[in-house]
């Protein structure tokens, strides 16, 4: 091999050599570069699985707060019906008490709203019919023994004081301008209770009305024993 073969091969040993290391280093900055994309990848991934896991449990508390909203809001509602049920029944009760009771009931009613003491009574048409002249006689007697002095209880005993008792009553009533409740011919769409009237002022103690005006005042006492709240 002459001088130039020499210098001609390690020429080629040293661009061999050269290449090699080039070669090897980008292979070695190749993978740092696939393990550094590989990392992040990865931890993309894990990210993503991560906010996925937290969507999916913030979903569920989301769900299940909808569902006690929804429970609580269905469990309300049954708790108001029954409460309706309840005044529904108090105003049947009352509807279907006796005669007697009835009749004493409305004309208690009667003299709590009279005014004047010369009103007319609204009833319905067949409370009007059944027991409108009692009510009304009844009511008129406990407005006359309100007006009326209270007479010593000697007098009162005897069969005679009896009869001047009624006198005084019925005079007193009539010196105050009251104990004189009428039945109106007039009737109206009620259940029960009745309408008093004078001179375009009216009064309405139909038990339905009753029962409304009550129940704000009633209803929780009457939760308190359905449910039992304390």
């Given at each position: 091999?002459?001088?130039?073969?020499?210098?001609?091969?390690?020429?080629?040993?040293?661009?061999?050599?050269?290449?090699?290391?080039?070669?090897?280093?980008?292979?070695?900055?190749?993978?740092?570069?696939?393990?550094?994309?590989?990392?992040?990848?990865?931890?993309?991934?894990?990210?993503?699985?991560?906010?996925?896991?937290?969507?999916?449990?913030?979903?569920?508390?989301?769900?299940?707060?909808?569902?006690?909203?929804?429970?609580?809001?269905?469990?309300?509602?049954?708790?108001?019906?029954?409460?309706?049920?309840?005044?529904?029944?108090?105003?049947?009760?009352?509807?279907?008490l006796p005669e007697e009771e009835y009749v004493e009931l409305l004309a208690s009613l009667c003299v709590k709203a009279a005014v004047t003491g010369r009103e007319e009574v609204i009833f319905s048409a067949a409370d009007q019919k059944k027991v409108g002249k009692k009510v009304v006689a009844r009511a008129n007697e406990l407005l006359a023994k309100q007006a009326a002095p209270?007479?010593?209880?000697?007098?009162?005993?005897?069969?005679?004081?009896?009869?001047?008792?009624?006198?005084?009553?019925?005079?007193?009533?009539?010196?105050?301008?009251?104990?004189?409740?009428?039945?109106?011919?007039?009737?109206r769409d009620i259940r029960g209770g009745f309408v008093l009237a004078d001179e375009g002022v009216e009064v309405n103690c139909a038990f339905d009305t009753l029962v409304r005006l009550a129940r704000p005042e009633l209803e929780l006492q009457v939760a308190g024993i359905l449910f039992d709240q304390h």
């Open positions: 091999m002459n001088g130039l073969d020499k210098i001609t091969g390690r020429i080629a040993a040293d661009a061999q050599a050269e290449a090699d290391a080039i070669l090897a280093d980008a292979r070695a900055k190749a993978d740092a570069i696939a393990a550094d994309w590989d990392a992040r990848a990865r931890k993309e991934a894990a990210d993503i699985t991560a906010r996925g896991q937290k969507n999916a449990a913030e979903r569920r508390e989301r769900l299940a707060n909808m569902a006690q909203l929804e429970g609580r809001k269905r469990i309300l509602a049954a708790k108001q019906e029954m409460l309706g049920r309840a005044f529904d029944k108090a105003q049947e009760k009352l509807l279907s209270e007479l010593p209880e000697e007098i009162t005993s005897s069969a005679a004081g009896t009869i001047l008792n009624k006198v005084v009553t019925a005079g007193s009533a009539l010196l105050a301008g009251t104990a004189m409740l009428t039945v109106s011919e007039e009737t």
